[in-house]
Structures are given as structure tokens and as C-alpha cells.
């Protein structure tokens, strides 16, 4: 495996940490500021384009991180276009 798509993974594995964290922290305060969360992703996506990450897999399994944690239904109520099928 060359060392690139290590650095790739572990780049994916650090952004996934920095958004669970963010996301996660934007629901134990309170109603979400939506405002920060589509920041929050646009810096993400960002990211996720500067380290050669594909968006649309890391998005899904993004989404899978925080249903599991009971995030992504708070961060749905509060707006549908936060974290929706890849198009956010």
C-alpha cells in the first residue's frame, strides 16, 4: 500500500474525529446554531478536497457516526439541508 493512501486515511480518520467532535458539541449546547454546522462542514469538505478524501463516502460515513450517537437527528430537526444525502 503506498504511503499516500496511509496519509489519506489517516487525514480522513482526524477530519472524522474534528467533525464528530464539533457536531457532537453543537447538540450538547443546545438547539444547533446552523450557521456553524454548514461552516463546519464547508471547512470539512474543504479539508476533505485539500487531502484527496472523497466527500460523498465521508459525508455517509459521517452521517453513520452521529446517528449512531443520536446526533444526526437533532442536527436534522433543527434544519433538513445540515447534513442531508451529500448535499450539504
Same mark, same amino acid.
Do not use: K, N, Q
Given at each position: ?17 474534528? #467533525?464528530?467532535? *464539533?457536531?457532537?458539541? #453543537? ?19 474543504a479539508s476533505?478536497c485539500a487531502?484527496g ?9 459521517l452521517?453513520?457516526?452521529?446517528? #449512531?450517537?443520536d ?6 430537526? *433543527? ?10
Amino acid at each position: 500500500m503506498a504511503l499516500e493512501l496511509w496519509f489519506r486515511e489517516d487525514a480522513r480518520h482526524a477530519l472524522l474525529t474534528v #467533525a464528530v467532535a *464539533s457536531l457532537g458539541a #453543537a447538540v450538547g449546547h443546545g438547539s444547533p446554531d446552523v450557521s456553524y454546522c454548514r461552516g463546519t462542514l464547508d471547512a470539512l469538505r474543504a479539508s476533505c478536497c485539500a487531502f484527496g478524501v472523497p466527500w460523498a463516502p465521508f459525508l455517509a460515513e459521517l452521517r453513520g457516526i452521529l446517528a #449512531a450517537g443520536d446526533v444526526l437527528a437533532t442536527l436534522d430537526a *433543527s434544519s433538513s439541508v445540515v447534513v442531508v444525502d451529500g448535499r450539504s
